[in-house]
């Protein structure tokens, strides 16, 4: 059964950093798309970055320069690596395969201005 299970989260102050790691289990990880979301109270779950089989990636446009997601296929495991955070930055990190509607527990960052 698909399994992901997100952490790293923490709180920090702007222009800090925070790497996120994203532990998954349960399908074939090294040629399936991954993909980190954020969510804010109230809002729907933003598509944050896209790291496809091929090694492929795209990001959000208020990410990009500032976030790098990767992967290791050894160890099943996708990250995101968060430098300049902002406060707008702050929510509910989640990893998930595209088009997926069960979702893991997410990870909180905080970021104080």
């Known amino acids: 059964q698909v399994q992901v299970v997100e952490s790293g989260g923490g709180s920090v102050q702007a222009g800090g950093s925070l790497t996120l790691s994203c532990t998954a289990s349960?399908?074939?990880?090294?040629?399936?798309?991954m993909a980190w979301y954020r969510q804010t109270p109230g809002e729907e779950r933003d598509l944050v970055a896209t790291?496809?089989?091929?090694?492929?990636?795209t990001y959000a446009d208020s990410v990009q320069g500032r976030f790098t997601i990767s992967k290791n296929n050894a160890q099943n495991t996708l990250y995101l690596q968060m430098n300049g955070l902002k406060p707008d930055d702050t929510g509910v990190y989640y990893c998930n395969i595209p088009f997926r509607n069960t979702w893991g527990q997410g990870t909180q960052v905080t970021v104080s201005s």
């Open positions: 790291i496809l089989g091929t090694g492929q990636i």
């Open positions: 349960g399908f074939i990880f090294s040629i399936t798309p």
